[in-house]
């Protein structure tokens, strides 16, 4: 199964794509899924295209109001959480989750 999968937005009456494709994966340390978006569609991040060894560029923040930081780099299908993650897995490198 794929590390990382392709969220299509889509509205369901006009079958219409609203809003440019988003990538997903699962963060073990915060316990959800994150998205990012590529460059070329508006979005910040390069990415390999291997859906099952990702590697993403540059680094990826997330994080609300009221949500911990997540920031880490995504390479070879590993995901290496950086030293100011705001969760348990902050300076860890782990494999990514399948999802």
């Given at each position: 199964?794929?590390?990382?999968?392709?969220?299509?937005?889509?509205?369901?009456?006009?079958?219409?794509?609203?809003?440019?494709?988003q990538y997903a994966y699962f963060c073990r340390g915060c316990g959800y899924e994150h998205v990012f978006e590529l460059k070329s569609t508006g979005g910040?991040?390069?990415?390999?295209?291997?859906?099952?060894?990702?590697?993403?560029?540059?680094?990826?923040?997330q994080g609300w109001v009221g949500s911990?930081?997540?920031?880490?780099f995504i390479r070879d299908g590993k995901i290496q959480y950086l030293d100011d993650?705001?969760?348990?897995?902050?300076?860890?490198t782990v494999e990514l989750s399948e999802i």
């Open positions: 199964m794929a590390k990382i999968k392709v969220k299509l937005n889509i509205d369901e009456e006009t079958g219409r794509k609203y809003h440019p494709t910040h991040h390069e990415f390999n295209g291997d859906l099952n060894n990702p590697t993403v560029s540059p680094s990826l923040v911990k930081r997540c920031h880490s993650c705001e969760h348990e897995l902050r300076g860890q």
